[in-house]
């Protein structure tokens, strides 16, 4: 029977592997948890992958890791194996055991079954789910601070990989470019008048919060449920979106929120600000204590809410059909997109944005009535004594 592991056996050979279960995946990749035996050594460099495997202990002594194989015709495998290859030991992300081109796999260190952000927002604990964003937070900025001199490691790593396969180290321009053109389509079709130079503002802030700036290496896609519990703190995983990013783009994620994801719940703006927090505390710098951080951070948050628009509005627009899974309930698309529209409607930054948002709001609101953002569940019932920030949870450097 054919187990899908015969590319990863190839490229760790004389380790038995073993699949343990299936761990999910999308239509662009497979992702098992594998038993690997401890007969020889593995984590031997090849030719394009590096590091030393470091996976949980399984109870009959050989030892777990990751085994993902990309199916997809996109840059994942280029993305994540060139990320985890110039990882640095310190960082909180996944190390890489071996990575191989045909077929596209990467073999790397297991993080472990513990749960992750997105099952503490979907919980009934406040404080958990408040403790679980600050953790985030602080792995992103671990993240930042340990990659940040990275940055031409990972571009060689990304030319290494990528062949004829056009790569570049941020999709920043491109992204905001795609959502100002859908952007304007959707604003002709339903009559809205877009202010002058607010799609030029868009496509502004690849420049403004360009790769030149404090950036470091990103997963890109750093959703709630793409990180584990281990130990004290989090691991982030699935770089297969890697970049070479401005770091407001990742913490904004906090003030949108969670722009890219499932679970797009309401974040209360207290615990928000908790975590933005905990990260600047994470990874104190001049920049990240003053007023110019505020400024990136706000641009940033009003970037992603139109991309993040710009992205759900045509399903929207067409129908939104409820979460297919009641075990994982998630907002309405609807819901997010107007929600984020007065997000960016409210942050005087970027004024013809601003303008824009409202003016599309309104707009929709009219076509679909009002769809309150629901907070997340962990935060629904909460009250105001029970999410005001706490002393020891963030200690400012």
């Not at 994540?80 to 081109?101: F, N, Q, T, Y």
């Not at 009934?124 to 602080?138: F, K, Q």
């Not at 009002?370 to 009250?383: K, M």
């Given at each position: 029977m054919d187990d899908g592991l015969d590319g990863a056996r190839a490229l760790l050979p004389g380790t038995p592997l073993e699949s343990l279960n299936t761990l999910g995946g999308s239509d662009r990749s497979t992702v098992q948890r594998v038993s690997a035996g401890s007969r020889n050594p593995i984590g031997s460099r090849n030719p394009i992958g590096s590091g030393n495997p470091i996976g949980s202990r399984n109870p009959a002594g050989s030892?777990?890791?990751?085994?993902?194989?990309?199916?997809?015709?996109?840059?994942?495998?280029?993305?994540?194996?060139?990320?985890?290859?110039?990882?640095?030991?310190?960082?909180?992300?996944?190390?890489?055991?071996?990575?191989?081109?045909?077929?596209?796999?990467?073999?790397?260190?297991?993080?472990?079954?513990?749960?992750?952000?997105?099952?503490?927002?979907?919980?009934?604990?406040?404080?958990?789910?408040?403790?679980?964003?600050?953790?985030?937070?602080?792995?992103?900025?671990?993240?930042?601070?340990?990659?940040?001199?990275?940055?031409?490691?990972?571009?060689?790593?990304?030319?290494?990989?990528?062949?004829a396969l056009p790569v570049p180290e941020s999709a920043v321009p491109d992204d905001l470019d795609s959502a100002a053109r859908e952007i304007a389509k959707h604003c002709a079709d339903l009559g809205v008048n877009v202010p002058a130079g607010a799609l030029d503002e868009l496509r502004e802030l690849a420049g403004r919060l360009g790769d030149d700036g404090p950036a470091a290496i990103t997963p890109a896609d750093a959703c709630p449920d793409n990180n584990v519990w281990a130990g004290d703190g989090l691991v982030l995983v699935d770089f297969e979106g890697a970049q070479w990013r401005h770091v407001a783009w990742d913490v904004a994620y906090l003030a949108v929120p969670w722009p890219t994801c499932w679970c797009s719940w309401r974040v209360p703006d207290g615990v928000a600000r908790t975590a933005i927090d905990a990260y600047?505390?994470?990874?104190?710098?001049?920049?990240?204590?003053?007023?110019?951080?505020?400024?990136?951070?706000?641009?940033?948050?009003?970037?992603?809410?139109?991309?993040?628009?710009?992205?759900?509005?045509?399903?929207?627009?067409?129908?939104?059909?409820p979460s297919a899974d009641p075990?994982?309930?998630?907002?309405?698309?609807?819901?997010?997109?107007?929600?984020?529209?007065?997000?960016?409607?409210?942050?005087?930054?970027?004024?013809?944005?601003?303008?824009?948002?409202?003016?599309?709001?309104?707009?929709?609101?009219?076509?679909?009535?009002?769809?309150?953002?629901?907070?997340?569940?962990?935060?629904?019932?909460?009250?105001?004594?029970?999410?005001?920030?706490?002393?020891?949870?963030?200690?400012?450097?």
């Open positions: 030892r777990t890791l990751i085994v993902k194989t990309y199916t997809g015709s996109g840059d994942g495998w280029v993305r994540e194996s060139a990320a985890l290859s110039v990882m640095p030991p310190d960082a909180p992300a996944p190390r890489l055991v071996a990575a191989g081109d045909t077929p596209p796999i990467v073999v790397m260190s297991d993080a472990g079954t513990g749960g992750n952000v997105a099952d503490a927002l979907l919980g009934d604990d406040p404080d958990a789910a408040r403790h679980a964003l600050v953790s985030w937070a602080t792995a992103i900025a671990a993240l930042h601070a340990t990659t940040a001199g990275t940055r031409d490691e990972f571009r060689a790593a990304l030319a290494a990989r990528a062949g600047r505390a994470a990874h104190p710098s001049p920049y990240l204590d003053g007023p110019d951080f505020d400024r990136d951070l706000a641009a940033a948050t009003v970037g992603w809410s139109f991309v993040s628009a710009a992205g759900f509005l045509p399903r929207a627009l067409a129908d939104d059909p075990a994982t309930p998630t907002p309405t698309r609807r819901a997010m997109i107007l929600h984020r529209l007065a997000v960016a409607r409210d942050i005087p930054d970027l004024p013809a944005l601003a303008e824009l948002a409202g003016r599309l709001r309104e707009a929709l609101a009219d076509e679909w009535g009002e769809a309150p953002l629901a907070y997340a569940p962990a935060f629904a019932r909460a009250t105001h004594r029970e999410l005001r920030p706490r002393a020891d949870e963030v200690q400012r450097s």
